[in-house]
């Protein structure tokens, strides 16, 4: 007989787990309470610019190992796209300043000991007083262990660590940013290409995923919350959907609980999760980027914090933004606009935008609130979490989604196997 996996949450945790289970042999049963999949990470069509936009610009970068190799299992790695090696054009619009960073196509961080290569002004001892983050435990702060000064920190480091963690680095754990650092800049250019959904989220590591699962016999149900669960003998034994809406375990089936940490306490009291979050901003633009526009522009001295450029539209993507949250929209989007013309060599009148306003988009990653990430494994033999609020060793990236969800699949297995 063969076994169903009920994933609750179609984000990209539950449908990188979804699939992994698919293939796998599980029959998958997707229940997503909200009316549409990809969570935090969709796009949608938005009247304001007439544009099909994502919610946020989100980049994946060539390392992201789990990412890419869940996109490749739906068929859809070919729509990540990027430069050939890792170049990274910075702006300072405060004294117009710009530069490259080149971290090449190698396996090493030779660029380091290139004058033309690292950031300008910079020295090779510079960037040896980072090397505490690479050994850094999780419970110590960033501010503690690095130089949170200077012109490395303040051109390279600072927005690296502000994108990762979306907390200001100094309050951040050590532990994560260390990660990252180990994951990209430690890695050589090779882990370091950006890579951008052009066609948007959805396009790219949602629907794909949907259609992959429909098109295998399996399921997604949208607008199907889960209301509570029952137990007995140490396993979920029932779902229950709301009425008369409630699907019996049967015995061998598993439940991967894939959704936001406040839904996922209340269904499970008792549960720790992070209890702290951080807004992230985004701004979408209706403007034809300039002939050479660079894909992602790092913007140093302003609002703006990267600036993206797809055709018909430039992009912008502003971290640790609880500050902005109840900014007036049409003044938010003046100052925005501001930034963009100086970074992006573009001039004219605030063109057709949209703001997106995401007030809880990551927990803080903070040591404190990364010591209350749970991990994949419960009281409940055949209940398992996944999220990229769960205990990943990551911040709440796509990466770290991904990887949870694939960690969930996988103990599903165990489980079966023993």
């Known amino acids: ?62 390392g992201n190992s789990h990412a890419r190799a869940y996109a490749r299992s739906i068929g859809t790695e070919a729509g990540l796209v990027g430069p050939e090696s890792a170049q990274f054009p910075f702006v300072d619009i405060k004294t117009g300043q710009r530069w490259q960073i080149d971290l090449g196509a190698g396996r090493l961080p030779t660029w380091v000991l290139d004058e033309s290569r690292r950031v300008p002004d910079t020295g090779l001892t510079d960037y040896l007083k980072l090397a505490p983050l690479i050994w850094a435990s999780e419970e110590t702060l960033v501010g503690k262990s690095i130089p949170t000064e200077g012109v490395l920190y303040q051109r390279l480091v600072q927005p690296l660590l502000l994108a990762a963690l979306n907390v200001d680095p100094p309050e951040g754990s050590a532990g994560l940013a260390g990660a990252i650092v180990r994951e990209t800049l430690l890695a050589g250019g090779q882990a370091c290409r950006p890579l951008i959904a052009r066609d948007g989220l959805s396009a790219v590591l949602i629907e794909p995923a949907v259609k992959f699962l429909g098109d295998r016999g399996h399921t997604v149900q949208l607008g199907h919350e889960l209301r ?121 009148e605030l063109p057709p935008w949209q703001i997106v306003r995401e007030r809880r988009a990551t927990f803080a990653a903070t040591p404190a609130q990364n010591a209350l990430r749970p991990g994949p494994v419960t009281a409940l033999k055949n209940l398992f979490l996944a999220g990229d609020w769960t205990a990943t060793g990551l911040p709440a990236t796509i990466e770290g989604s991904v990887r949870s969800g694939d960690r969930a699949a996988d103990l599903v297995l165990a489980a079966k196997a023993s």
């Open 1 to 62: 007989m063969q076994n169903t996996a009920h994933i609750i949450g179609a984000g990209i945790s539950g449908l990188s787990a979804a699939v992994r289970l698919a293939n796998a042999g599980f029959k998958v049963a997707v229940h997503e309470a909200t009316h549409q999949a990809g969570g935090r990470c969709r796009s949608y069509f938005d009247g304001a610019t007439n544009l099909t936009i994502d919610n946020g610009n989100h980049l994946l970068l060539s």
């Open 228 to 348: 509570s669960f029952t137990t007995s003998d140490g396993k979920a034994a029932a779902l229950n959907f709301g009425g008369e809406d409630v699907i019996q375990l049967a015995e061998g089936d598993v439940v991967v609980m894939a959704v936001p940490p406040r839904a996922a306490t209340s269904l499970m009291p008792g549960l720790k999760a992070p209890t702290e979050f951080r807004a992230i901003v985004n701004a979408h633009f209706r403007f034809e980027p300039p002939p050479g526009s660079a894909p992602i522009l790092g913007v140093i001295g302003g609002v703006v914090e990267w600036l993206f450029a797809f055709p018909n539209r430039l992009s912008v993507t502003i971290s640790n933004s609880d500050r902005l949250v109840d900014m007036p929209r049409e003044e938010l989007a003046q100052t925005i606009w501001n930034d963009v013309c100086k970074a992006g060599g573009v001039s004219g």
